[in-house]
């Protein structure tokens, strides 16, 4: 039997929650790979931020929602988990009986 549970989507990135041009993002994405290799570690949204093509507003508010989004996906997965110790409770009074 085919078992049909929901699988949230994965978690998106923070440059998917910005309204910008993809080649903009992409280019500022090159810019973090050279830092990331001169041993610095800079944030995308920062980087973003430092360029002008988003406003620091902009940032919280995709931060905000990408944090939303990451909330539902941890309580789907504590609903999940729930569920199957429900199951395997079930399953070892069944055998036990």
Request: glycine share 6%; aromatic share 4%.
């Amino acid at each position: 039997m085919a078992e049909n549970t929901y699988k949230m989507p994965p978690l998106k990135r923070l440059g998917e929650y910005i309204q910008s041009a993809p080649e903009k993002i992409e280019q500022v994405l090159q810019h973090q790979r050279i830092l990331l290799r001169q041993g610095e570690k800079p944030l995308l949204g920062e980087l973003l931020v430092s360029e002008g093509l988003i406003s620091r507003s902009v940032l919280e508010e995709a931060g905000g929602r990408r944090a939303e989004d990451r909330d539902l996906k941890n309580e789907s997965r504590k609903h999940e988990i729930q569920k199957a110790r429900n199951v395997q409770k079930c399953f070892r009074v069944f055998i036990l009986s």
